[in-house]
T-cell receptor
Framework: DGGITQSPKYLFRKEGQNVTLSCEQNLNHDAMYWYRQDPGQGLRLIYYSQIVNDFQKGDIAEGYSVSREKKESFPLTVTSAQKNPTAFYLC??????????????FGSGTRLTVV | GENVEQHPSTLSVQEGDSAVIKCTYSDSASNYFPWYKQELGKGPQLIIDIRSNVGEKKDQRIAVTLNKTAKHFSLHITETQPEDSAVYFCAAYVRGGSNYKLTFGKGTLLTVNP
């Protein structure tokens, strides 16, 4: 079955460390997205990518970085510049960024905690 | 800017009652409106969607209605069950420059009391 896989499910980061969250999809989707979710909050877009080797900043990109070297993979790095990284991170994919007629498929999320 | 408003933010109902969640959007070009259900600690799952060429869609106990003139759409859950308890998000495609991206409402926490 096709799907989108995030790992790890739980991640702990020390102050000043960079950490990388993995997102892999086998849906043959072109577009991929990273969202941040805080308790009681909606989904805030961090970065998105339309095609391989291309990505764009979302609404809250500061302190984060991404890469898109393969169509299937869109890892997110939370850098030490992100002052409040504790949150639930969701990765999603869709057929095409410009197609406004299909929904997103979400992964199961990674909960990041700063210790 | 273009956004999606969702109400209420919390909703508590008794098992067997109906639940209604409403959303409004501002981009008249939006033509696809999905609803997602998110259980605690999990990612959102698509439960139903509607396209702008229809006014209503039903799937068992879940239905969605769309009023394009008024720019609002609603999720209706009938005969609610405790397992319907979750956060529900509506969404609509909104133009951002030359691209369309799904914009989500802030979510509704639905609690179904046994």
């Amino acid at each position: 079955d096709g799907g989108i896989t995030q790992s790890p499910k739980y991640l702990f980061r020390k102050e000043g460390q960079n950490v990388t969250l993995s997102c892999e999809q086998n849906l043959n989707h072109d577009a991929m997205y990273w969202y941040r979710q805080d308790p009681g909050q909606g989904l805030r877009l961090i970065y998105y990518s339309q095609i391989v080797n291309d990505f764009q900043k979302g609404d809250i990109a500061e302190g984060y970085s991404v890469s898109r070297e393969k169509k299937e993979s869109f890892p997110l790095t939370v850098t030490s510049a992100q002052k409040n990284p504790t949150a639930f991170y969701l990765c999603a994919s869709s057929r095409e960024l410009l197609q406004s007629n299909y929904g997103y498929t979400f992964g199961s999320g990674t909960r990041l905690t700063v210790v | 800017g273009e956004n999606v408003e969702q109400h209420p933010s919390t909703l508590s109902v008794q098992e067997g009652d109906s639940a209604v969640i409403k959303c409004t959007y501002s981009d008249s070009a939006s033509n696809y409106f999905p609803w997602y259900k998110q259980e605690l600690g999990k990612g959102p799952q698509l439960i139903i969607d509607i396209r702008s060429n229809v006014g209503e869609k039903k799937d068992q106990r879940i239905a969605v209605t769309l009023n394009k003139t008024a720019k609002h759409f609603s999720l209706h859950i009938t005969e609610t069950q405790p397992e319907d308890s979750a956060v529900y998000f509506c969404a609509a495609y909104v133009r951002g420059g030359s691209n369309y991206k799904l914009t989500f409402g802030k979510g509704t926490l639905l609690t179904v009391n046994p």
